[in-house]
């Protein structure tokens, strides 16, 4: 069966400090994978997507990037975390098509 | 453009009564439909998928969807609550682009449910 990972599950950073949070998926070949963010009582908001190794697709301008180096690997990063970069993030996979998407446990993002 | 409207945010049941969540949606063309759940500090759990089969959709933990095509709609019901469903319910709608699909999420429901 497939499987996705988040990791770490709780982050504290410092506003002006990088970040690097990673997303694989295990059990599944050459899936689409997405970020999203979900900010404290709204809704998820689309960041990025992948339809395979080196091809990202931004959905909003930002201070974060998205890297896909491998088939089952997604990182999101950011050279310069602002305050409002606090939030949710989660990662996702689905297969091609018009298909369910398949979320990971998330990671909570707080900027001092 | 594709959008879904849940129609409340917080609904509120006793434990062993029904669950009705409401969910419109606007689409171009024919949509996959689906409902998600998710508990506090967690990700977003599969309930149940509409991907123009059957119109009723059965899901996990008792759980199904109406669609609808002429109202639009796509209901997520269960007969009897159960303490555990408490949580926050998503509808969203799915709309293929470039290779992938483009989810857009409502603003959410939550469920309380009381003894």
């Known amino acids: 069966s497939q499987t996705i990972h988040q990791w770490p599950a709780t982050l504290v950073q410092p506003v002006g400090s990088p970040l690097s949070l990673e997303c694989t998926v295990e059990?599944?070949?050459?899936?689409?994978l997405y970020w999203y963010r979900q900010a404290a009582g709204r809704g998820l908001q689309l960041l990025f997507y992948?339809?395979?190794?080196?091809?990202i697709s931004s959905e909003v301008p930002q201070n974060l990037s998205a890297s896909r180096p491998q088939d089952r690997q997604f990182i999101l990063s950011s050279k310069k975390l602002l305050l409002s970069d606090s939030g949710f993030y989660l990662c996702?996979?689905?297969?091609?098509?018009?298909?369910?998407?398949?979320f990971g446990d998330g990671t909570r993002l707080s900027i001092l | 453009a594709q959008s879904v409207t849940q129609l409340d945010s917080h609904v509120s049941v006793s434990e062993g009564t029904p669950v009705l969540l409401r969910c419109n949606y606007s689409?171009?063309?024919?949509?996959?439909l689906f409902w998600y759940v998710q508990h506090p500090n967690k990700g977003l759990q599969l309930l149940l998928k509409?991907?123009?089969?059957?119109?009723l959709v059965k899901g996990i933990n008792g759980f199904e969807a109406e669609f609808k095509k002429s109202e639009t709609s796509f209901h997520l019901t269960k007969p009897s609550a159960h303490m555990s469903d408490a949580a926050e319910y998503f509808c969203?709608?799915?709309?293929?682009?470039?290779?992938?699909?483009?989810?857009?999420f409502g603003t959410g429901t939550q469920l309380k449910v009381e003894l």
């Open positions: 689409s171009s063309y024919s949509p996959s």
């Open positions: 996702a996979w689905s297969y091609r098509g018009n298909q369910p998407q398949h």
């Open positions: 059990g599944t070949s050459n899936p689409n």
């Open positions: 992948s339809v395979g190794i080196g091809q």
């Open positions: 969203v709608v799915s709309e293929l682009t470039g290779g992938g699909n483009k989810l857009t």
């Open positions: 509409y991907t123009s089969a059957a119109t």
